[in-house]
């Protein structure tokens, strides 16, 4: 099946919501935190966000904010997980990004997951600790333009 990524709609934001409610790892706590709003305003006014779509449905989605230069999600269906979708959209996702600043962009991830490899993996530096609970990554755009 072919996927193809593409800018985020607000017309997507129904399926986002499913895809970020359907993960297994970094669970929100409660899904109402997360709003349909929020969405909205991280794709249009604070930064930009991306789907993949397998026969027009979202089964993965990226959104970076250019407000607090943060990865502010990237997530994927778990049935979609392991084919290089999340890779696509992280990619498309930072090139944008380092497109529109050259300021480091940092994200939060839980400890001891596959995300935390996977962002290990794509040459992102821990740094440290966000919060009370969550590993601090930063990438700079001298690390992401000179990764081979």
Same mark, same amino acid.
């Given at each position: 099946?072919?996927?193809?990524? +593409? ?26 935190l997360v709003t349909d709003q929020d969405c909205a305003e991280f794709i249009t006014? +604070?930064?930009?966000?991306?789907v993949c779509t397998i026969e027009d449905q979202v089964v993965g989605f990226s ?19 392991? *084919?290089?979708?999340g890779r696509l959209l992280h990619d498309t996702m930072l090139d944008w990004y380092?497109? *529109? ?39 700079? *755009?001298?690390?992401?333009?000179? +990764?081979?």
């Amino acid at each position: 099946m072919q996927h193809i990524i +593409r800018t985020a709609t607000i017309s997507d934001i129904p399926q986002i919501q499913i895809v970020r409610n359907s993960v297994t790892e970094n669970v929100l706590s409660n899904p109402a935190l997360v709003t349909d709003q929020d969405c909205a305003e991280f794709i249009t006014e +604070r930064g930009k966000g991306w789907v993949c779509t397998i026969e027009d449905q979202v089964v993965g989605f990226s959104i970076v904010d250019l407000k607090e230069n943060n990865i502010w999600a990237l997530f994927l269906l778990p049935s979609v997980e392991k *084919q290089g979708i999340g890779r696509l959209l992280h990619d498309t996702m930072l090139d944008w990004y380092f497109e *529109q600043t050259s300021t480091t962009v940092w994200l939060g991830t839980t400890p001891n997951t596959r995300a935390a490899s996977f962002y290990r993996k794509a040459g992102w530096q821990e740094v440290g600790m966000h919060g009370k609970d969550e590993l601090k990554f930063e990438m700079s *755009q001298q690390q992401w333009l000179g +990764r081979s």
